[in-house]
Every structure is written in structure tokens, then in C-alpha cells.
């Protein structure tokens, strides 16, 4: 338990740290702005309570707005991915399939359920954080596309690192 809260402490520094040093340097015609950090949210075992979830969702959209000077535009969306995240989880499949000690990972359930599970909450970040940042409905149709854009790069973002970190284990059977 404590390997595991120490784990997430580390990767949630880490990624604020990646994303506001590197990725936030990353603008490519202006329509493509990777977010990794949203990968913090996913990862976060499916015991976490949704108090727990919704807090650290928080914090760690409030660090990268601090460094990014966004006034709680990341906040708000990585809150907002976090409350929808129980919900996507029971769409996606049903609840007897989150044994306990399994985690939202590609290594313990598969490329298609981490997919699905990942490109529906990344493009949930990103739709509320490019029309908090836009503000705009005369400009739906740009912010639109920046939004499919930048959830496909972060998405590809996401899935490599899953393959980079979490490797899959050979059976020893």
C-alpha cells in the first residue's frame, strides 16, 4: 500500500514536471498541445475513492496551471475528467471485471480497453480545457479540430509510455 501511494506521489511530480518543462514548450501550428499529465488521472487505481480522485485530480491540474499561468483552466478540466472517469469505467465494461490489485493499464487489460478508456476521458480533458481557453462559439469548428488533434498526439503520447513503462510480463508457468 505504501509502495503504492509512493509510486503515484512520484509520478504525479513527474508528470507536472515533464509537461510544464517539455510538452508545454510543444506548440505545433497551434494545434497541437500534447497534455501527458492527464495520464497521472488514468493511471490512479480503481479502489481510489472518489473523493481521493477528484482532489488529486485537482492538484495536479492546479500545479501545471501554476506553471503555465492558466488561472485554473487545467483545474477545472482535470476535475471535470475526474468526475467523469467512474462513469466512463461503467460504460466501458462491467464492474465484476476490476479485480482488486489490477490497474487502468495497458500491461492489465489489454490495448482495446485501455484505448477506449483513455481516448473517451483525454478527449473529455481536452473539450472542456480548449473551450475554457477559447470561450468562444464563433469559433467552434477551429477549437474543435485543435481539440481531435491534440487528444490524438496526447493520446499517442499516453499509449507509448504505457509500452516505454509498463512492459508486459512473461508468463513463468
Known sequence: MTNLVLKNILRFFILILFQVLILDNIHLSGYINPY???????????????????????FIGLGVDM?????????????????????????????????????????DLGFKWFFYYSAILTFLHHFLLFNIETFRFSEFLTTFNKIIISTIFSLILIIITQYIFYKQQKDIS
Not at 41 to 57: D, G, N, Q, R, V
Not at 84 to 99: A, D, G, H, N
Request: hydrophobic fraction near 50%; charge should be positive; proline fraction near 8%.
Open 36 to 58: 501527458l499529465y492527464v495520464l497521472f488521472i488514468l493511471l490512479l487505481p480503481f479502489e481510489t475513492p472518489k473523493w481521493l480522485l477528484l482532489i488529486s485530480a485537482f
Open 67 to 107: 506553471f503555465s499561468n492558466t488561472i485554473g483552466m487545467h483545474a477545472s478540466a482535470c476535475t471535470f475528467m475526474a468526475f467523469c472517469r467512474p462513469l466512463v469505467l461503467k460504460t466501458i465494461s462491467s464492474k465484476q471485471e476490476y479485480k482488486p490489485g489490477i490497474s487502468p493499464t495497458i500491461k
